[in-house]
């Protein structure tokens, strides 16, 4: 019973390509988000969506686009992939209403050659 | 900006020992959480305090929070070796969105 859901876990690509990574919650929240996580571990919110409505958008290139086609689902498409991309992608969830505890998928290792 | 500064970057305890990791943070927050990153896996929350709370317990976790010197810090007592992780304390502020620290690494050895 995996609460949040990640696939792939593992991404490896040429600069350039198009790339998507899917996202599934089976908790029932109302709200998710993707994270990157940098080589030092820094962990940097990018989007954030409330019953697929986009509220969070923070400083990311727009060759990354999420989209949210129901509320259990926020994949990330990014275009255009450069070698700076290469990070781990997280997603997570929480439910709206409360204090903002967030559930974190295992996560999706990208590498960009 | 990066919103939380975590201390210390690195910890090594022996198993028993107690593990203590500071965090600080810049802005008003609604409230500090605490999550722990095994390698290679996802973030598991394990506390949440509140701005109005100064202390919390959840088993062998305490957190303390002093908003007036804007910090926190996570206390794990009798550490384990299945403790060896990273630590990240997590703002949450006006905009409500989670704002991570640098994290700590904690390794516990036998």
């Known amino acids: 019973d995996t609460a949040v859901s990640q696939t792939p876990k593992y991404l490896v690509t040429q600069m350039g390509n198009d790339k998507s990574i899917k996202c599934e919650q089976n908790?029932?929240?109302?709200?998710m988000y993707w994270y990157k996580q940098d080589s030092k571990k820094f962990l940097k919110i990018m989007f954030s969506?409330?019953?697929?409505?986009?509220?969070i958008n923070e400083t990311v290139p727009n060759r990354f686009s999420p989209k949210s086609p129901d509320k259990a689902h926020l994949n990330l498409h990014i275009n255009s992939l450069e070698l700076g991309d290469s990070a781990v992608y997280f997603c997570a969830s929480s439910q709206r209403g409360g204090p903002d505890t967030q559930y974190f998928g295992p996560g999706t290792r990208l590498t960009v050659l | 900006s990066q919103q939380g500064e975590e201390d210390p970057q690195a910890l090594s305890i022996q198993e028993g020992e107690n593990a203590t990791m500071n965090c600080s943070y810049k802005t008003s927050i609604n409230n500090l959480q605490w999550y722990r990153q095994n390698s290679g896996r996802g973030l598991v929350h394990l506390i949440l305090?509140?701005?109005?709370?100064r202390e919390k317990h959840s088993g062998r976790l305490r957190v303390t929070l002093d908003t007036s010197k804007k910090s926190s810090s996570l206390l794990i007592t009798a550490s384990r070796a299945a403790d060896t992780a990273s630590y990240f304390c997590?703002?949450?502020?006006?905009?409500?969105?989670?704002?991570f620290g640098t994290g700590t690494r904690l390794q516990v050895t036998l």
């Open positions: 305090i509140r701005s109005n709370e």
């Open positions: 969506y409330n019953n697929k409505e986009l509220i």
């Open positions: 997590a703002t949450e502020g006006t905009a409500s969105k989670l704002t």
């Open positions: 908790l029932g929240h109302d709200t």
